[in-house]
């Protein structure tokens, strides 16, 4: 039987009700460079701690599945080169053969509703591939069913936006911008694309969750957040970046799950690090707005 862990300190909180946010561990062994990596999960932890809610980091450590990380386990995960990138078919391979994996956005989300926790920070999502649109992310689908809300800066730029939204249209999952009427695109605040509801405060957010609870309805919110506009990468020049970088990948035959990491790599190469900066932001960003709904679901 794979039961799940707790870190004592995710566990309390939970048990009192206090405000818990949820936090991939991709990130951690996928999305930057060691000690990068760490640097940053210890960073957006912090921010959660600082906001006032309780950080939980979920990934798998030798099969089994851990929520919350202790500081040297995010140490040991992030040096670790070995470590599967989990999506939700990979959980139960991990799991039963005793491996070590990290998070997906779909992941974490599905593992987070199974231990309690309403809210989840990210980057961005995964959606609809550029050129290819029948890759689709399983994070779609998580979204579609799995009654969490996301916090992030939109999908990774990277990927076709209006098809990205369709897909969630279609799967009934409301796309809320925060503080905007545009829906962010990850390393730009603006994409042209309307959100279909703008929420300014944590209580009305809280509150739109708390009727699609109530009313029984089937999946999650995604939460959208500008990154900070002192480290937003301009639209055009990110757009650029992205449009070489996809070039580079379909020239070499990238795609599936190794397209993106191969992208966000060459994105950070032709924008000279501006990209990873603005990445940085936005998480820290995301991990704060997470944490206020937390707070404002956990005082309701």
């Not at 949820?22 to 930057?32: D, M, Q, R, V, W």
């Not at 995960?77 to 989990?86: E, I, P, Q, V, W």
């Not at 989840?120 to 994070?139: E, K, L, M, N």
């Not at 993106?260 to 998480?283: E, K, W, Y």
Request: net charge negative; glycine share 10%.
């Amino acid at each position: 039987m794979h039961e799940y862990v707790y870190l004592q300190d995710v566990e309390a909180a939970i048990a009192a009700h206090r405000p818990v946010v949820a936090l991939e561990s991709t990130l951690i062994t996928h999305g930057f460079a060691y000690p990068r990596n760490v640097q940053t999960a210890t960073q957006i932890a912090q921010a959660v701690i600082e906001a006032g809610a309780q950080p939980a980091t979920v990934a798998v450590l030798g099969g089994i599945v851990r929520i919350g990380l202790a500081p040297d386990e995010v140490e040991s995960l992030g040096a670790n080169k070995s470590a599967r990138k989990c999506s939700v078919r990979d959980l139960g391979i991990v799991a039963g053969l005793g491996l070590d994996g990290s998070t997906t956005v779909a992941a974490t989300m599905f593992i987070a509703a199974r231990a309690g926790i309403a809210v989840f920070a990210t980057g961005g999502i995964g959606g609809v591939h550029r050129g290819h649109p029948f890759d689709v992310s399983a994070d779609l689908t998580e979204l579609g069913r799995t009654p969490v809300t996301v916090v992030c800066a939109g999908p990774k730029a990277l990927l076709d936006l209006p098809l990205t939204f369709e897909h969630l249209e279609t799967l009934g999952v409301p796309v809320i911008g925060y503080g905007t009427d545009e829906i962010p695109a990850f390393y730009s605040r603006s994409s042209g694309l309307r959100a279909d509801i703008r929420v300014d405060d944590p209580a009305d957010l809280a509150a739109v969750i708390q009727a699609r609870r109530a009313m029984g309805l089937p999946g999650g919110e995604l939460v959208c957040v500008p990154v900070p506009a002192d480290a937003e990468l301009p639209r055009d020049t990110a757009e650029q970046a992205i449009v070489a970088a996809q070039r580079l990948a379909d020239e070499q035959g990238i795609h599936g799950a190794a397209s993106t990491p191969f992208l966000l790599d060459q994105i950070a190469r032709l924008t000279r690090g501006a990209s990873v900066r603005a990445n940085i932001a936005l998480l820290i960003n995301n991990a704060r707005v997470a944490s206020q709904l937390a707070g404002a679901l956990a005082a309701s």
